[in-house]
Structure formats: structure tokens, C-alpha cells
């Protein structure tokens, strides 16, 4: 998938995810926020700096009629919805996995009846790793340690309930 040399918005598989006539311009925040201490006599330290997910806002247009509006409409409320990776492709930079956080569309008078604009707004997908341990043969429950291994004198249940003294 990596390496395309085309505007474009892709699915997983590497296959155009939406259709539109235009890519009219994209935008992205990358940021990040140095945690800061405060230290004597006023000062700071800074420290471990923390990386914020991308922000790529993407702006497309689409010309058509109405069929096609409602599919390329429900596509974006499918992939909105849903926990579904992304990627957006630029001849100068391949960015995701992405995932649809909100889209705002548009039809003017001047645009146009004919034409859909859509501002998506995207946000990274950090993937993890994550590695589980499997036991493959339980513990034996008699290697148990022995927690209480004193003898204690069974006592009958009125002496129980009277605070333990003898009758």
C-alpha cells in the first residue's frame, strides 16, 4: 500500500475507499506536548515529550447526480461509524493507518447542483502490540503453600453465638 503516487483516500486492501472528482486541500496538525515539572525557586524542568495523534483534515469534491451523492454519502456514514482503518494518499506523503472521526458536507447555489464538497476530518490509529503469555501447565494446587496449619477445637454453635465462652 505504501508508496502511491496519487491523491487519494484507500481502504486496507489498497483500493479506493471513496470516489471524488477533487482532492481541494488537506491539512494536518502533528503535535506534541512536552510534560513539564516545577521545580524550587520557581523553575521548570521539562521532560518526556508525548506525541499527539495526527489531525489530517481533507477536503474533496464530488460531481454527479444524486444516486451517486447517497452512495458516496453512505460510504462516510459507514466509515465514520466504524472502527474501519483508513489511509490518505499524497504524491508527497502517505499518512495511516486513519480513521474517520467526522465529516461536514456541502451543497451551494454557487457550487452548483451537480457538485458535493465534503470536509472529512481524520485522526491516527496507534496500533499496538501487545504479547501474551500462555501457561502451558498449570500449577499443581497441592505444591500450594500452607497458609493456616495450626489445630483448632471444634465448638458448638451456642458457644459460637455467645462470644465463645462455656456454659
Do not use: C
Not at 23 to 36: K, M, P, T, Y
Not at 39 to 60: C, H, M, Q, W
Not at 64 to 75: M, P, T
Not at 116 to 129: G, N, P
Request: zero cysteines; aromatic letters at 8%.
Amino acid at each position: 500500500m505504501n508508496g502511491q503516487e496519487r491523491w487519494a483516500i484507500i481502504n486496507e486492501e489498497g483500493e479506493s475507499a471513496l470516489t471524488f472528482t477533487s482532492f481541494i486541500d488537506l491539512d494536518v496538525r502533528n503535535e506534541g506536548q512536552a510534560l513539564s515539572h516545577p521545580i524550587e525557586e520557581g523553575g521548570f524542568a521539562n521532560y518526556n515529550k508525548v506525541r499527539s495523534p495526527l489531525d489530517i483534515r481533507v477536503t474533496v469534491a464530488a460531481q454527479g447526480d444524486e444516486a451517486e451523492f447517497r452512495q458516496i454519502l453512505d460510504a462516510l456514514d459507514e466509515y465514520q461509524s466504524g472502527a474501519i482503518k483508513l489511509f490518505v494518499s499524497t504524491p508527497s506523503a502517505y499518512y495511516g493507518p486513519v480513521t474517520l472521526q467526522s465529516y461536514m458536507s456541502r451543497r451551494t447555489r454557487e457550487s452548483g447542483a451537480g457538485q458535493l464538497t465534503v470536509e472529512l476530518i481524520f485522526v491516527e490509529v496507534r496500533e499496538v502490540k501487545t504479547r501474551v503469555t500462555t501457561i502451558t501447565k498449570p500449577r499443581n494446587p497441592s505444591s500450594a503453600d500452607r497458609v493456616d496449619t495450626g489445630k483448632t477445637q471444634a465448638q458448638p454453635y451456642s458457644s459460637i453465638l455467645s462470644g465463645g465462652r462455656r456454659n
